[in-house]
């Protein structure tokens, strides 16, 4: 979780376009995960049915980090990071409607808590406002992943999660190949410490580790524990970008955080 809330801060501290930003984190964690799973052994054949489910998923991967770094550069790390945290009650919320689940009403009391909490994210309700606009692009990232897990969760069982990953990227690398091209090598190249540190430690190893948790938790009990990875991405905002959160952040995001909460370990018990 300490690997993967670096994201927040390497989102706001790397000078370049987003898409650009995604496109060489993608193509450099491509390249990583794919070494790993070669050093594994492990088979990159998947089925034809699959296929298209891997692809759209990927797409959906995509759409998730350009609006979850939209969101950061439009605002800071901690609405950013807390505006996209809400994905586990939007999960919560589409599961009955695509894995034709039984809805239960206690979803419905812990969407209007998160949505009490992004009200407090929002410094001033306006389209011109810089912020109301980030909030908006971080909630759309948190539906946008929300989707991605779902579609994922029948495929998660049947392959292994490095390969799922390894499609994944080298499906938003390739998507976003084009970018690069408009953008100066030069400028590319002065980022390079910050973009390998979000490809390799971010990307590769945080959900590598994450996924390699699995075998000692339950999903459920890891997805408890990733309720801690907005504060460790707050605090390294504050350390190292010196991004104080104000007090209504701080109390929106404990609203949002305690709907993640009971849901995990409501879904646990």
């Excluded at 049915?49 to 797409?59: F, Y």
């Excluded at 991405?233 to 305690?258: A, K």
Aim: hydrophobic share 55%; net charge positive.
């Amino acid at each position: 979780m300490l690997f993967i809330s670096t994201s927040g801060a390497l989102g706001r501290y790397i000078q370049l376009s987003v898409p650009v930003t995604i496109g060489t984190r993608a193509i450099l964690a491509f390249a990583l995960l794919f070494l790993y799973c070669r050093f594994k052994k492990i088979s990159f054949k998947v089925e034809r049915k699959d296929l298209s489910m891997i692809v759209l998923s990927g797409v959906l991967m995509g759409l998730h980090w350009i609006t979850y770094f939209y969101a950061l550069q439009m605002s800071n790390v901690a609405i950013g990071m807390l505006s996209m945290f809400t994905y586990p009650v939007w999960t919560a919320i589409l599961e009955p409607v695509l894995l034709k689940t039984k809805f239960q009403k206690i979803h419905l009391l812990l969407a209007v808590l998160v949505l009490f909490g992004i009200y407090f994210l929002i410094p001033d309700f306006s389209l011109e406002n810089s912020y109301t606009l980030a909030i908006g692009m971080g909630v759309l990232s948190a539906i946008v992943y929300a989707l991605r897990n779902l579609l994922m969760k029948s495929k998660v069982a049947k392959y292994n999660g490095s390969l799922l990953m390894s499609y994944q990227t080298g499906i938003v690398g390739f998507l976003l190949l084009p970018a690069l091209f408009f953008t100066n090598i030069m400028e590319i190249a002065s980022q390079w410490e910050a973009l390998v540190t979000l490809a390799l430690l971010t990307t590769a190893i945080g959900h590598t580790l994450f996924l390699l948790s699995f075998k000692h938790f339950t999903v459920t009990t890891a997805s408890i524990l990733s309720c801690v990875q907005p504060v460790y991405g707050i605090l390294i905002g504050m350390i190292f970008l010196s991004e104080f959160p104000s007090w209504s952040t701080v109390f929106g995001g404990v609203l949002i955080l305690t709907a993640v909460v009971v849901e995990s370990i409501r879904t646990y018990r």
